[in-house]
């Protein structure tokens, strides 16, 4: 599928991924994002979509992973052979799985952390105040230590972070993982207001009723391979989409608020999961796609990278 009617920013054309030289990772995988895109990658675990994220970041190398075949351009640009720092300068910025905050830094210190490589004090304060109108709950946090901001502050200061550069491009892995469905709504506003600033997203996720509600296009990964692809509301009214990824059996009954009424335990945190993270069936129907707000300003263009966004975590291959 290519990237529609936008000028392609991003293409993986065939791309072959194998760990530790014997675990093939991807098979073949082919893909286009288009400038001002939001693009989703779905899949269970172990589907290779994290793994993608790596290989066009250039931080594969980092969890055993190389690129045996394929190609990747950002802008027309061979990403093969760079670094996860030159990439980063090129506006590609990679927020992976798991937050991989400070925790011992405060807020302010990540959101500096974040800009380090950004030239001159003035760029660097409108990339934090930039960050601090996306996420009002941060300007408020801005000197408590990450470690004790909730798992939805926590992951709107990984966002944050990543948006210290002003990326033309965003890789966000699994940003709804463990959060209670009214946090992702929020997390997915915060996305779709990214997007509206002229921020492309490739945005990797389980939770597929929320990546189709807020992506343009979509791609289903399945043991390292692309299975779907297509239009994102095409595939989200088609039955295998719906079969595998949307079908929900055995919901409780909904409260009040439209969610199951044990949702809301006294007690337990407002923005966390308040169980093991259910399966994705179950999370999905229940979430409904948040109204965008606008009138923030766009990313300036000129301003560097931001530091640690390469970071993705260590562990198998996903």
Same mark, same amino acid.
């Given at each position: 599928m290519v990237a529609g009617s936008q000028p392609k920013l991003l293409d993986v054309g065939a791309l072959e991924v194998v760990y530790a030289g014997v675990v093939q990772a991807l098979r073949g995988v082919t893909m286009s994002v288009g400038a001002g895109q939001v693009v989703a990658?779905?899949?269970?675990?172990?589907?290779?979509?994290s793994t993608l994220l790596r290989a066009v970041s250039g931080t594969l190398g980092m969890h055993g992973g190389k690129v045996t075949a394929g190609a990747l351009r950002f802008d027309g640009a061979e990403l093969a052979g760079r670094g996860a720092a030159d990439i980063v300068r090129l506006g590609l910025v990679h927020?992976?799985?798991?937050?991989?905050?400070?925790?011992?830094?405060?807020v302010e210190e990540n959101l500096r952390a974040g800009g380090m490589s950004v030239r001159g004090r003035a760029a660097r304060a409108r990339a934090r105040d930039r960050v601090y109108e996306l996420?009002?709950?941060?300007?408020?946090?801005?000197?408590?230590?990450?470690v004790l901001l909730s798992g939805g502050e926590q992951q709107m200061l990984a966002i944050g972070r990543g948006l210290m550069s002003a990326p033309r491009m965003l890789l966000l892995d699994e940003p709804s993982l463990g959060l209670a469905p009214q946090v992702i709504g929020k997390i997915a506003a915060a996305i779709k207001e990214i997007n509206a600033q002229g921020v492309s997203v490739v945005l990797v996720e389980q939770n597929a009723a929320m990546a189709l509600a807020i992506s343009e296009a979509a791609y289903v990964l399945e043991l390292g391979r692309t299975s779907l692809s297509g239009p994102s509301a095409e595939l989200a009214a088609s039955d295998e989409v719906a079969r595998r990824y949307l079908a929900v059996a055995g919901e409780p009954a909904p409260g009040a608020d439209g969610l199951p009424a044990d949702?809301?335990? @006294?007690?337990?945190?407002?923005?966390?999961? *308040? %169980?093991?993270?259910?399966?994705?069936?179950?999370?999905?129907?229940?979430?409904? @796609?948040?109204?965008?707000?606008?009138g923030? *300003? %766009?990313p300036r263009a000129g301003v560097g990278a931001a530091a640690g966004s390469g970071g993705a975590h260590a562990g198998e291959p996903q």
């Open positions: 990658v779905l899949g269970s675990n172990g589907a290779g979509k927020v992976p799985e798991g937050r991989r905050i400070f925790g011992r830094l405060t996420f009002p709950r941060l300007a408020e946090r801005r000197d408590a230590r990450a949702d809301h335990a @006294p007690g337990e945190p407002a923005d966390e999961a *308040p %169980r093991e993270p259910a399966s994705p069936a179950r999370t999905l129907s229940r979430w409904q @796609p948040p109204p965008a707000r606008r923030l *300003p %766009r």
